[in-house]
């Protein structure tokens, strides 16, 4: 909308939570057309005119103290919110106007010298790392003068991906450190990160936002809208909802448009109200579900001027003038639009490859579904204004031929783009191809795409991507490429933990899978880890026997391994060591023939267990050690952080305090390097119990203490044992420490 009305009560609580340092997780939520979007715009906007902020504002200064960022993520595939990188710059400006400092041109050149605008996950790792090491945040402002036009769509995803990786939390490390020196800097500022459509983001983006309002220092808000009425939205709710709760978010429900608010909007956008009766107000209202979205567009509709509503299920009938009143044309470009999962990389300038024109006819084009609010207002990346545009388009605009005659033109149009920039253009190609004749390559390219995915983390993007798979391989009839799909969808449903969907779908699996087949063979091996997940080890021990069978007749050497490896768990879960070394060993055997050394380094491991729970150390230590010794020679940091600690807890057993003492602290030192905050507290907890029973109090309290306070800060309960060692040591003072 034009204009915002109403809605000042939820406003209002907006910024009284403001005022306060935590919590730090503002949630704006509500149904489709509610009017989300257009409250985070009014946030964006009151925050940068600074009018609610006279208590924040120093008054010799000329700009508001509170920065804000908003885009709206725009699919499941890229998320296209306000790139951290942006806002980092907009901070580092800030402080540079707070400062007065001027900025070190010799680091601008070296950054750019470093072409770090390749990739944002780079980039932001130089940025972080240049600035820590010169002790300079205001050459942001030059920064973000050189990068600014760079990296317009930088994705905050991308960037997160990478920062976030196994191997890169200390870049997050040292990202939250310069936002707290940046705090220090301007201590008059606070921070605002708006983010829209979350329910639409991915896993990674939803984990990150997470990660970092645990982490960021105060007077960083993070605020995110979603919606409550959409399946993304109900799953983002259950996957993500009781995480962000414990987090201590607010939350504030986007609420309906009211008669007296609709009755001032029309004073505003017409002039004047006095021929709309009242009850045609709260009608309006009702028939809309109070959704700003809808009642725009019959605000403009010849039902306004005739006094009238259009009834609920015809809703849409404001949405077919405005789609009708363009040229055909511009109605092209808005049904190949969508059908895609996302915005065009190239924006105007792979419309022209696809359509055959020019791009400032597609411009021209872009302008009029801009004009007539079917699309946002940015030409660079054309998108639809609303989500419900779209819907409406593919629902009502898209007959079965249109859809493969536009994906069939789509995917030769940017045949090209796709060569030479194959992971921006995946997402895009998989998603057209579903909708051709071509089911084989459709197959294999949505298959490659939900394998990328799930690597990532990504698994609600990655099951669309089998989803398309799935229906390419039913198409071709070809039973094995369905099975094969419907194990990868099964083992998406075991990393949420939702088993009893695991198990269906590998039901499904064992159904179509050929008798003997490799597929059989690790559909049935899914199975038994299933019920050796769930305690019924008999059945798990059966499945990964046949599984067994099955890749011996086939000469499986992987599949063999993985059979014996599971099995040993299952003998090691109930006790029986020797029958489990036994079968280690037969696993650790076929490894070691290709040379497979993180699988060897994995039986090495869990034999060096069995070894310690039987009591024998000094054997447990062989083992351990040689498993360190492959994850040094791969540099598997995570995995030295466990061996080193299972070492720890050996030489502890046998009442070497120093030796424990030094392997957790080799255990602490990578865990602090990985930013692994469950990995710290492990180990401070160690070491504080080594030094409890050598006697040192002082020292034992110090490791106890930061581990309790790790655990604080991931926002999980502190374990009841260490509370009462704490307890015990403080003298009743433990849960205050």
Known sequence: TAVFIGRETELQRFFDVLKE??????????????????????IARRLRTGSELSAYRPADLQYANLLCGLREIATEYEDRAYSLVSVLLQVGAAVSQVTGKNPNRALIAEAEGKRIWESAGELASALVSDFVTTKAPE?????????????????????????????????????????????????????????????????????????LARRVPQRFYLVYAFNDETEAGREFEKRHWSDLKALGQTEIEAPRMTAPDLRRWIEVAKGSSAGVSQELLEQVCEVTDGRPFFIARWMKSKDFERGRIERPEHLDGYLKSDFGAVKTEARKLAQLTAMLPGPLPGGCADYAAILGTGVAE?????????????FAESRERPWFRHSLVQSYIVTNELSGAVRKSLAEQTVRGIKAKFETAPDQYLPIVAALLAETDETATAYATNLALANGLAARGELY???????????????????????????????????WGQWDKAEATLGRAERTAAEG?????????????????????????????????????????????????????????????DGALELYQKSLAIKERPGDLAGMSTSYHQMGIVKQHRGDYDGALELYQKSLAIKERLGNLAGMCKSYGQMGTVKQLRGDYDGALALYQKSLTISERLGDLAGMSKSYGAIGVVHLARGEKEKAREGLRRAAALFREMKLLVPEPLEKLLADLDGGEGKAG
């Open 21 to 42: 340092d935590d919590p730090r997780v503002i949630c704006v939520r509500g149904a489709t057309g509610r009017g989300k979007s257009e409250f985070l715009r009014e």
């Open 139 to 211: 050459t942001a402002a030059k920064l973000g003068e050189l990068l600014g036009g760079i990296l317009p769509n930088a994705s905050l995803e991308k960037m997160l991906q990478t920062m976030l990786g196994e191997y890169r939390q200390p870049d997050v490390e040292e990202y939250v450190k310069l936002l707290t020196r940046l705090r220090e800097a301007a201590p008059d500022c606070r921070f605002v990160l708006l983010f829209d459509n979350v329910q639409i983001a991915s896993d990674m983006l939803c984990a990150a936002i997470k990660y």
């Open 362 to 374: 597609v411009d021209s084009l872009v302008l009029e579904l801009s004009q007539h609010q079917l």
């Open 461 to 495: 993007a990655a099951l669309a991507g089998l989803e398309r798979a799935l229906a390419a391989a039913d198409a071709m009839k070809d039973k094995e490429r369905l099975a094969h799909v419907l194990l990868r969808q099964a083992s998406i449903y075991d990393d």
């Open 517 to 577: 087949s490799g597929t059989m063979a690790a559909v049935v091996h899914q199975k038994g880890i299933l019920r050796q997940l769930r305690g019924d080890y008999d059945g798990a021990l059966a499945l990964y026997q046949k599984s067994l069978d099955i890749d011996e007749g086939l000469g499986n050497l992987a599949g063999m391994s993985a059979s014996y490896h599971q099995m040993g768990m299952v003998k090691q879960d109930r006790g029986d060591y």
